[in-house]
């Protein structure tokens, strides 16, 4: 009976194999065809809506949503960023920027036209620079996981370009992406990657999409990119250069770049300013902190220091501690406790230390006359080399459209002085500042005008060479660059830097 239970089972199981065997052709077609659907769907859900040439801003902060794949970074978008404390310093993209990224003029914004755009970028999100008192921070993957690969086809797509990518000999043989199983002090997470990706992708979508930058002609002569010699700068101008251009099979070369972007063959002027020495002091007559605040970060100070058992001299600089933490903040990892005294940093003091960082970050940059002077004069030559390529332009001589300058808060920080939008708050991971250049026709004249556009937010109308106005004349600007060290009685740039 058994036997002849054995004997069907194995003449069933035949004669399905014969049926299979018949059919198998027909069986792969339909795999094949099932494979196809389901990567046509996949592409159209999460491929298409960046191509489409209609895109609109809320695709893009959907978007966003999708890509800044960490926790609070994600979150910050379903709020006021300015209404998320320290959170606002893991990330720059954010609900508020996407609204600006598209395309804001005025309300007779057809008559003008977008001829240039310089963008500096401080770069994305890294590990940190400092420790506190000398204790490790926590170890960070510099590593795309499968899941972030599969988050969107641009990561995908992005990963696979870069892998492929061979290492620049001008940058020291950086690796183009991050790809280490953890990141090194002061290296680029894959976060810091996405975020640039993402700036790319909104710069795309209101320069090329929307206002037609490259005129339909695109060419890789438009497009200048430098970047200063760190991995952390080098790999967000390859993570941002690919969302911009992703439209196109190109690769854009990347040039190298002092951390303050002086290049004497760009301005015509001597990087060599030994001169800013007898400016590196602060002023004997610099305003002091009144003493609550003196006293509100001594406290807090003492306060840190007993909860990680540590001597207030060992706490030496709020900023430092601000870098070692926020690593933590942004990437959803347990902040630092003390067993022995139950007690924790939480969140409320990290907001608490954010706001003192920016007491302190602007007492020392509004109340130090030296400072200004010193920045004025160190970022003259990068200020020069931006208004050379806006006059090329006006006078037609210039084949560039699009500029990045791929750099640090140290970078940013001082040329927002120079232009006297300076906030107080360090610049966040993945900030940008955007020059644009508009030309408008009247009758038988062509106007120029500029806009300056920080973090998102148009700041034109700040800035006091501009007098108020949306559009800022380009004869303003030139006034400006020709008379800012005049305006802090300096003499001209190359007397102060020759001694």
Request: aromatic share 12%.
């Amino acid at each position: 009976m058994h036997r002849d239970r054995l004997s069907k089972d194995f003449s069933c199981w035949n004669i399905l194999m014969a049926r299979l065997k018949r059919h198998r052709f027909k069986i792969i077609a339909a795999s094949l065809v099932v494979f196809v659907l389901f990567y046509l769907y996949t592409q159209k859900e999460y491929g298409s809506e960046l191509m489409n040439q209609s895109v609109s801003a809320q695709h893009l902060d959907r978007l966003s949503k999708q890509l800044l794949f960490n926790g609070p970074v994600r979150n910050i978008h379903s709020h006021n960023a300015s209404s998320q404390g320290a959170l606002e310093y893991c990330s720059s993209p954010n609900a508020d920027s996407v609204k600006e990224w598209s395309h804001q003029v005025g309300p007779d914004a057809n008559q003008y036209k977008l001829e240039l755009v310089q963008m500096m970028i401080r770069h994305g999100d890294r590990t940190p620079l400092h420790t506190l008192a000398d204790r490790p921070n926590p170890r960070i993957s510099c590593k795309f996981f499968t899941k972030e690969k599969n988050l969107h086809w641009i990561v995908g797509k992005f990963i696979s370009r870069m892998q492929n990518e061979k290492v620049d000999v001008n940058f020291e043989n950086m690796q183009p992406f991050p790809n280490q199983p953890f990141c090194r002090q002061s290296y680029l997470t894959p976060q810091g990657a996405v975020q640039q990706l993402l700036n790319g992708l909104k710069a795309k979508h209101k320069y090329i999409n929307q206002l037609d930058l490259f005129e339909q002609d695109f060419s890789e002569r438009k497009v200048i990119a430098m970047s200063t010699v760190f991995p952390r700068t080098y790999q967000s101008a390859n993570a941002f250069l690919y969302g911009f251009l992703s439209d196109y099979d190109v690769k854009v070369k990347i040039q190298r770049a002092r951390t303050d972007f002086c290049s004497e063959k760009n301005s015509g002027l001597s990087c060599h300013c030994p001169g800013l020495g007898k400016y590196s002091k602060p002023q004997r007559t610099m305003r002091k902190m009144n003493k609550s605040t003196l006293q509100t970060i001594s406290k807090f100070k003492q306060k840190i220091g007993s909860i990680l058992d540590l001597n207030t001299k060992d706490i030496k600089s709020l900023t430092h501690m601000f870098d070692s933490l926020m690593v933590r903040v942004c990437h959803e990892l347990p902040l630092p406790c003390n067993k022995a005294r139950n007690s924790c940093i939480d969140q409320k003091l990290i907001n608490t230390l954010w706001s003192l960082v920016g007491t302190d970050l602007k007492h020392h940059y509004q109340y130090n006359e030296n400072h200004l002077i010193t920045q004025h004069i160190k970022f003259h030559p990068l200020l020069v080399e931006m208004y050379f390529r806006m006059k090329n332009v006006t006078r037609q001589s210039s084949t560039s459209k699009f500029v990045l300058y791929s750099g640090h808060d140290i970078t940013l920080t001082p040329f927002l002085m120079l232009l006297g939008i300076f906030d107080g708050k360090w610049p966040p991971y993945a900030s940008t500042l955007i020059l644009e250049l508009y030309s408008k026709k009247e009758k038988l004249k062509v106007h120029y005008f500029l806009k300056i556009i920080y973090n998102g937010i148009d700041r034109t109308k700040d800035l006091k060479f501009c007098r108020g106005l949306d559009m800022c004349k380009f004869k303003y600007f030139e006034q400006f660059v020709n008379t800012h060290l005049e305006n802090l009685g300096l003499s001209d740039y190359d007397s102060e830097c020759l001694l």
